[in-house]
């Protein structure tokens, strides 16, 4: 059974940089397509980041778009969201997503994943 276990939320302040870490288990990861999600209180989890199973290609939210980044680290069987220029609006509980059922690509609605984090919160203070 694959599990997900991310790392690295806190209290920031806007401007600020952070990364967040997702250590994959349980499964194959190469054959895994990983997504970042992110859901604030009051509001619908929506899509942040995807990386497919190579690596080779990526997706990224609108909002986030030019500020976040993501990468896959197969040899530590973990995938990386780095968090630039942080702003208050971003503060939301980041959760982790894989699914192994899949094509060589990039996926944004949570429907596609299988599997899920318990999620880490990350704050952006002003």
């Known amino acids: 059974q694959v599990q997900l276990v991310e790392s690295g939320g806190g209290l920031v302040q806007s401007g600020d940089s952070r990364s967040l870490s997702c250590v994959f288990s349980?499964?194959?990861?190469?054959?895994?397509?990983m997504g970042w999600f992110r859901q604030a209180p009051g509001k619908e989890r929506e899509f942040v980041a995807s990386?497919?199973?190579?690596?080779?290609?990526?997706d990224y939210g609108d909002l986030v778009k030019g500020r976040f980044t993501v990468v896959r680290d197969s040899a530590k069987n973990t995938v990386y969201l780095q968090m630039d220029s942080l702003k208050p609006e971003d503060t939301a509980v980041y959760y982790c997503?894989?699914?192994?059922?899949?094509?060589?690509?990039?996926?944004?609605?949570?429907?596609?994943?299988?599997?899920w984090g318990q999620g880490t919160q990350v704050t952006v203070s002003s």
């Open positions: 997503a894989a699914t192994t059922y899949n094509e060589e690509g990039t996926y944004s609605l949570t429907s596609a994943y299988l599997y």
């Open positions: 349980g499964g194959t990861f190469r054959t895994a397509t």
């Open positions: 990386i497919s199973r190579s690596g080779g290609s990526t």
